[in-house]
């Protein structure tokens, strides 16, 4: 390898060093400022609003996705509602099955009811599973299992012929 010959990364300093040092001239700037005004409006006038689509509403809910499915379908979402607008429907299942049947020209089929925040799917069951836990507390009673189960022979040896056994007797005390 020639030492007198530059290494790449070299080359690279050298050339991002020149870029930067390199001065601009403020009409050049201007013209440059300009051009970039002048695509951004001509980009921006390329998309039609869709009517039931406003510019200053905030997308917070799968409601408000599910009501760009018709801008969205019909191209006219400027390109940042269209990005935020396909970054979810690659997340929700919901939407995603709401914009195929609209795709296909069918009504949704999904109701806004149907998909539920996981925390209210788990509150469904607090009340069963609390039911179900006051009732085996209940029945742990003394009371309760005496009356239904009784459990404990109380007897009284008479008599006795042979040997006798004895075996420990549990008590209650109420």
Known sequence: MNPKKPKPGEILDQAIQEIRNAS??????????ANVRRRLQEEFHKVLPYPAVSQGDRIESCEDFRALIPAYL???????????????????????????????????????GLFKTPRSRSLKWIVPVAAAALVALALQTVTVRDLLWPIDVHAMVQMVDGGLLLFPVKTFVL
């Open 24 to 33: 601009t001239a403020p009409d050049q700037l201007e013209q440059a400022s």
């Open 74 to 112: 019909t191209s006219s979402l400027t390109s940042s509602r269209k990005l935020l607008f396909e970054d979810h429907i690659r997340e929700c299942v919901g939407c995603r099955k709401a914009i195929e049947s609209a795709r296909h020209g069918a009504a949704p089929a999904v109701s806004p």
